[in-house]
């Protein structure tokens, strides 16, 4: 599972509340994804990290920030959470097998409800 | 415009016959890779298969291969002798851009597939 771990697993929180998600990796790679799925958009990306303190915006980004202070941990924050961010939550590492770079591994999913 | 469109919202299959999940893709880059991945009911995402922009050969991981027709822009997943695990949500998915680029994922909605015993 490439070590990934993301928490928590399952939260509800209220309508206006900050919420971090957190995704944690062992394994040093540089790349690593947070991507939202919601019924009928299959998944789209949030942010994106390419080192420590190097993010970038995803496809839809709109009411998120990241951070990444160490290479192991990448942090979603819903800075004022809306009901509309409610929704199952991915992150993926780049890993390279071999020679080729590939999204092989996305953790287990956290699966936020705001209320 | 789409960039990833599966046409299939949901299959049926009986065990053991060859099943192939359609994906049309969208791009004007002339390197972008190319993904599948299976979601089981228990909501992990697994990755299946990789097909690189300028691989010449179609890619294949054991029961599954990617029929690649890059004239046509199709990347078809083909899973060989179903088997009732096979059920699950399948998702396309396209990197834009170089291999070694940070570029993340844009997913296709989707195709239910439900092997029947």
């Known amino acids: 599972d490439a070590g990934i771990t993301q928490s928590p697993r399952h939260k509800v929180t209220e309508t206006g509340t900050p919420v971090t998600l957190r995704c944690h990796q062992t394994e040093n790679h540089r790349y690593m994804y947070w991507y939202r799925q919601d019924p009928g958009h299959g998944l789209r990306l949030i942010h994106y990290s390419y080192g420590v303190k190097d993010t970038d915006k995803g496809e839809v980004s709109d009411g998120y920030s990241v951070s990444r202070s160490k290479t192991e941990d990448f942090l979603l924050t819903l800075e004022s959470a809306t009901s509309s961010q409610t929704s199952v939550y991915f992150c993926?590492?780049?890993?390279?097998?071999?020679?080729?770079?590939?999204?092989?591994?996305f953790g287990q999913g956290t699966r936020l409800t705001v209320v | 415009a789409q960039k990833i469109t599966q046409t299939q919202p949901g299959m049926f299959v009986q065990e053991k016959e060859a099943v192939t999940l359609d994906c049309t893709y969208d791009?004007?880059?002339?390197?972008?890779?190319l993904f599948w991945y299976k979601q089981p009911s228990s909501g992990e995402m697994i990755f299946l298969i990789y097909?690189?922009?300028?691989?010449?050969q179609n890619a294949t991981e054991g029961r599954y291969s990617l029929n690649f027709q890059k004239a046509r822009k199709s990347a078809n997943l083909v899973i060989s002798a179903s088997q009732l695990g096979d059920s699950a949500m399948y998702f396309c998915a396209m990197r834009e851009g170089q291999e070694g680029g940070a570029d993340g994922l844009t997913f296709g909605k989707g195709t239910h597939l439900i092997i029947q015993p």
């Open positions: 993926a590492i780049r890993i390279r097998q071999g020679a080729r770079n590939t999204e092989a591994f």
């Open positions: 791009t004007s880059d002339q390197s972008y890779g």
């Open positions: 097909q690189g922009s300028y691989d010449e």
